[in-house]
């Protein structure tokens, strides 16, 4: 299996498949493609690119929903009631989704005009929160899980991109529960992403409590060419 560079940004190939998949023409796909990979992390790309395909819903890479709820089962997360953050929902479905199977969902991303659309693609009743994910404004061990899929692809292409995925990662430490699992869905090989993970750790004191957490790598699995990564929050 061919594995794509931890230097690499999403490839544009992935990119072409993903407005195939939507019906578009082959010349709008590549005009939607940004000119240099950095363009990836830049928040008014975003904003152009979700305005210019507005009432589209797509998925990234070729890993299906069905492939990450099977590693939820696994994580014993498949059960009702937990609360789950997704970061960089865009106009993927997979919020919809994991509602639907009895998860309570926040659906956050950095631009509102693409979590105001959902609620016309059957969204409602899906929390929603335009947040910058270095900086979340959630409550220390208030979720149960936290899933991405290429939101950190897109981040690590920046000129800052090695910090900018740490300061995600530590904001995940802390809003997530102790034992609670972070899927990052990646097409990059996630030995880069492993590094930073296992390199953040957070020491937390409040009034109530004393913690120092960090990541512990429950499982890596290859869909295609695409890793599901489960971390969990452990006890450092």
Same mark, same amino acid.
């Given at each position: 299996?061919?594995?794509?560079?931890?230097?690499?940004?999403?490839?544009?190939?992935?990119?072409?498949?993903?407005?195939?998949?939507?019906?578009?023409?082959?010349?709008?796909?590549?005009?939607?493609?940004?000119?240099?990979?950095?363009?990836?992390?830049?928040?008014?790309?975003?904003?152009?690119?979700?305005?210019?395909?507005?009432?589209?819903?797509?998925?990234?890479?070729?890993?299906?929903?069905?492939?990450?709820?099977?590693?939820?089962?696994?994580?014993?997360?498949?059960?009702?009631?937990?609360?789950?953050?997704?970061?960089?929902?865009?106009?993927?479905?997979?919020?919809?989704?994991?509602?639907?199977?009895?998860?309570?969902?926040?659906?956050?991303?950095?631009?509102?005009?693409?979590?105001?659309?959902?609620?016309?693609? *059957?969204?409602? +009743?899906?929390?929603?929160? $335009?947040?910058? @994910?270095?900086? %979340?404004?959630?409550?220390?061990?208030?979720?149960? &899980?936290?899933?991405?899929?290429?939101?950190?692809?897109?981040?690590?292409? *920046?000129?800052? +991109?090695?910090?900018?995925? $740490?300061?995600? @990662?530590?904001? %995940?430490?802390?809003?997530?529960?102790?034992?609670? &699992?972070?899927?990052?869905?990646?097409?990059?090989?996630?030995?880069?992403?492993?590094?930073?993970?296992?390199?953040?750790?957070?020491?937390?004191?409040?009034?109530?409590?004393?913690?120092?957490?960090?990541?512990?790598?429950?499982?890596?699995?290859?869909?295609?060419?695409?890793?599901?990564?489960?971390?969990?929050?452990?006890?450092?």
């Amino acid at each position: 299996m061919e594995r794509i560079s931890p230097d690499a940004g999403p490839s544009y190939l992935l990119d072409c498949d993903l407005f195939s998949d939507a019906g578009e023409e082959q010349a709008t796909m590549l005009s939607r493609i940004p000119q240099k990979p950095g363009d990836y992390a830049d928040r008014s790309y975003w904003q152009e690119r979700y305005r210019a395909e507005e009432g589209v819903s797509y998925d990234w890479y070729g890993c299906s929903f069905d492939d990450f709820w099977s590693e939820a089962r696994k994580a014993c997360l498949s059960n009702k009631y937990v609360q789950a953050l997704e970061i960089g929902s865009g106009n993927s479905e997979w919020s919809r989704l994991a509602a639907n199977r009895g998860w309570q969902i926040t659906s956050t991303d950095i631009d509102w005009g693409v979590l105001r659309a959902q609620d016309q693609n *059957g969204y409602n +009743g899906i929390e929603k929160l $335009a947040v910058d @994910a270095r900086r %979340l404004p959630f409550a220390d061990g208030c979720f149960d &899980v936290a899933f991405e899929k290429g939101t950190l692809d897109a981040i690590s292409c *920046g000129a800052c +991109g090695q910090s900018n995925v $740490a300061s995600v @990662a530590l904001e %995940l430490l802390r809003c997530l529960r102790l034992g609670g &699992v972070f899927f990052l869905v990646t097409a990059k090989e996630p030995s880069g992403f492993l590094s930073i993970a296992h390199a953040t750790h957070l020491r937390t004191r409040n009034k109530d409590w004393t913690g120092n957490y960090s990541w512990q790598a429950q499982a890596s699995v290859s869909k295609g060419g695409v890793w599901i990564v489960a971390l969990v929050k452990k006890v450092r």
